[in-house]
T-cell receptor
Framework: NAGVTQTPKFQVLKTGQSMTLQCAQDMNHEYMSWYRQDPGMGLRLIHYSVGAGITDQGEVPNGYNVSRSTTEDFPLRLLSAAPSQTSVYFC?????????????FGPGTRLTVL | GESVGLHLPTLSVQEGDNSIINCAYSNSASDYFIWYKQESGKGPQFIIDIRSNMDKRQGQRVTVLLNKTVKHLSLQIAATQPGDSAVYFCAENGVDTSYGKLTFGQGTILTVHP
């Protein structure tokens, strides 16, 4: 199993550009989520999904959209990038959404918005 | 102004010493806690977890202690090795416990000197 994969590893955008961060997992996990990590801080939840077709907002959802058309994929879209979105983005997945299920994290995408 | 989050707590130890990393959590309703290790340029990696009905749990070289009275969590690493150098995060199950949302702490930088 590849686990949780994310692409790209690095990305530089100009303010106002749009892009999609890709996340995929091959563990047949129902629960997937996106976090951002800013320098010197812990991770903050952006959006999450408890299964295909179901998504919901986390702690910092503004400026991001998600969709979950398949169990495997959970892309994160930035419609109009802003410098405040410069961060490292991590995707995570777990077998279910209940407390106690270990979340597995991808390697991250480092995004810079100029 | 400067963000408090830019200055992570740090812990420096000698190889072979025992390390104790502390974490205070805020939500008395949280029922699940996890410690993650994050090496430079990588995603968080699960170390050990504990439920609120326990006060201690041991893994390989690691022990997690939970004190619900003062809302405090600690990670003890025995015989610390240079490979243990990383940022360590505690995470708690979010307010909405049915969806496994994690709230992360700020993190502690552990440096192990040979």
């Amino acid at each position: 199993n590849a686990g949780v994969t994310q692409t790209p590893k690095f990305q530089v955008l100009k303010t106002g550009q749009s892009m999609t961060l890709q996340c995929a997992q091959d563990m047949n996990h129902e629960y997937m989520s996106w976090y951002r990590q800013d320098p010197g801080m812990g991770l903050r939840l952006i959006h999450y999904s408890v299964g295909a077709g179901i998504t919901d907002q986390g702690e910092v959802p503004n400026g991001y959209n998600v969709s979950r058309s398949t169990t495997e994929d959970f892309p994160l879209r930035l419609l109009s990038a802003a410098p405040s979105q410069t961060s490292v983005y991590f995707c995570a997945s777990s077998y279910s959404w209940t407390s106690g299920d270990t979340q597995y994290f991808g390697p991250g995408t480092r995004l810079t918005v100029l | 102004g400067e963000s408090v989050g830019l200055h992570l707590p740090t812990l420096s130890v000698q190889e072979g010493d025992n390390s104790i990393i502390n974490c205070a959590y805020s939500n008395s309703a949280s029922d699940y806690f996890i410690w993650y290790k994050q090496e430079s340029g990588k995603g968080p990696q699960f170390i050990i977890d504990i439920r609120s009905n326990m006060d201690k749990r041991q893994g390989q070289r690691v022990t997690v202690l939970l004190n619900k009275t003062v809302k405090h969590l600690s990670l003890q690493i025995a015989a610390t090795q240079p490979g243990d150098s990383a940022v360590y995060f505690c995470a708690e199950n979010g307010v909405d416990t049915s969806y496994g949302k994690l709230t992360f702490g700020q993190g502690t930088i552990l440096t192990v000197h040979p």
